[in-house]
């Protein structure tokens, strides 16, 4: 039995068009690639078969970046999840023809997934990027970066340990700096004034993205690090 979510959905799951490609790719990839919820710590070592810094990503989208960004840096394993059927199996197809061996996806819900999974001080970092803005005020409280859950991605980095945000809505990325830069275990990797960072390199930028840059639209990258102890 389903029990109910003990906080608020950032995501809707809708019923989006699954490609026959899409649906063979997740069918044949997940069993080899994915690592199923459960309400247990996950052994990250023998899930990758080796030790090394871990990077969590939350909602993944079509997967092209998380693939670019793991094939930029083989010395990491990245922690994929995403809840849309479509984009689990457009980055199991990537994974499988482009050989990528670092990558395990989680298709479930973030914030259980953190919850429940993963060990305190277990992630080198964590990505968050172009989360849904929810534009409506009325829905701003469906943003993915609220308190609760900034608190909690901060309790799983280790210390040093980075959390990137980024964001092509304004007043969403002001309010992801505000939010973090209330939580006392991180600190701010910006000394801007208005929080923000530069791109950072390992960050492709996206033909969207571009296509927006182009028309004058504006994309802001917050950067925050865990505090040492």
């Known amino acids: 039995m ?8 950032s995501f809707v799951l809708r019923q ?8 063979r790719y997740r069918d044949e990839m997940l069993p080899r690639v994915g690592i199923p919820y459960a309400n247990a710590v996950v052994d990250l070592d023998a899930v990758f078969g080796r030790h090394a810094p871990r990077i969590l990503e ?3 989208g079509m997967g092209e970046t998380t693939a670019g960004i793991a094939q930029a840096m083989p010395e990491r394993d990245f922690i994929a999840i995403e809840v849309h059927t479509p984009g689990v199996g457009s980055l199991c197809k990537q994974i499988a023809e482009q050989g990528i061996g670092n990558i395990r996806i989680v ?6 997934v953190l919850r429940d999974m993963v060990a305190p001080d277990a992630l080198a970092g964590a990505h968050v990027f172009f989360p849904d803005p ?5 829905h701003h409280k ?3 970066l609220q308190p609760p859950l900034v608190a909690l991605l901060a309790s799983r980095l280790a210390p040093g340990g980075y959390l990137h945000c980024a964001t092509d809505v304004e ?3 002001q309010q992801m700096v505000e939010v973090l830069r209330a939580c006392d275990l991180l600190e ?5 004034p208005h929080g923000f960072a530069p791109r950072p390199a390992y960050r492709p930028q996206t033909k969207f993205e571009a296509r927006g840059l182009r028309l004058g639209h504006g994309v802001w990258d917050v950067v925050f690090r865990r505090k040492s102890r």
């Open 2 to 9: 389903d029990h109910p979510p003990t906080h608020i959905r």
């Open 188 to 192: 701010n990797t910006s000394d801007a």
């Open 142 to 144: 469906r943003r993915l």
């Open 58 to 60: 939350i909602g993944f």
């Open 107 to 112: 298709q479930h819900d973030a914030v259980e």
């Open 16 to 23: 989006g068009r699954v490609s026959n490609a899409q649906n």
């Open 134 to 138: 929810w534009p409506k005020k009325r």
């Open 171 to 173: 007043d969403y990325a």
